[in-house]
């Protein structure tokens, strides 16, 4: 089945303590991006990857890391997390080419900073 | 200042009938537009995608119109069932560069009633 896996989907963690929620995607596309939803504010992108190694920021990267050493894999890092990063993250990923970036996303993974 | 501007208020609709979910953008000229549906604790779902020479769209009991002129689009759903209950987001790439850079609205959420 096509699609896109987040995990952890669910963690409560502490002020500081470095966490990576690790996406992969096995769509073979070459597109991937991290958006946060919090009430009221809808998604906002994070960071995204057009390819393997080619990474850009979103319009809050603040606090946030990511990597794309693989095609299929997109980590976001978090390595001083504090609690205005508790938030829904979602990883969403597209082939590139169409003119049009149709997203498939992740189930999302809800993180707590306490 | 850019942005997309959905109806934060929820749609209350009896089943048979159609909703009608409004989508307004300002300082945007994007080539696209898209529609998802967002279910609780989950990850946004692509529906229909219209681009700005069209101006209707149809799939199924959905259907998305998109006035360039007056900067919105509308989404609607015929013969609205309880399943339908959802909240829906649109999106669009606000620099017209391939999507890389797709931000969404906040969604409105809709419950129809059996």
């Known amino acids: 089945e096509a699609q896109v896996t987040q995990n952890p989907r669910y963690l409560i963690t502490v002020t500081g303590k470095k966490l990576t929620v690790t996406c992969s995607q096995n769509?073979?596309?070459?597109?991937m991006s991290w958006y946060r939803q919090d009430p009221g504010l809808g998604l906002r992108q994070i960071y995204y990857?057009?390819?393997?190694?080619?990474?850009d920021k979103g319009d809050v990267p603040e606090g946030y890391k990511v990597s794309r050493k693989e095609k299929r894999n997109f980590p976001l890092i978090l390595e001083s997390p504090s609690p205005n990063q508790t938030s829904l993250y979602f990883c969403?990923?597209?082939?590139?080419?169409?003119?049009?970036?149709?997203?498939?996303f992740g189930a999302g993974s809800r993180l707590t900073v306490l | 200042s850019q942005k997309i501007e959905q109806n934060s208020e929820a749609l209350n609709i009896q089943e048979g009938k159609t909703a009608t979910l409004t989508c307004n953008y300002t300082n945007y000229s994007p080539a696209y537009l898209q529609w998802y549906r967002q279910d609780p604790g989950r990850g946004p779902v692509f529906l229909l995608l219209?681009?700005?020479?069209?101006k209707e769209k149809r799939k199924e009991r959905l259907k998305v119109t998109f006035d360039t002129t007056l900067k919105q689009s509308l989404f609607h759903i015929t013969a609205s069932q309880p399943a339908d209950s959802a909240t829906y987001l649109c999106a669009l790439d606000p620099t017209n560069t391939g999507g890389f850079k797709t931000i969404f609205g906040a969604g409105t959420r809709l419950f129809v009633k059996a």
């Open positions: 769509m073979n596309h070459e597109y």
């Open positions: 219209i681009r700005e020479n069209e």
């Open positions: 969403a990923s597209s082939p590139q080419g169409s003119g049009a970036n149709v997203l498939t």
């Open positions: 990857s057009m390819n393997v190694e080619v990474t």
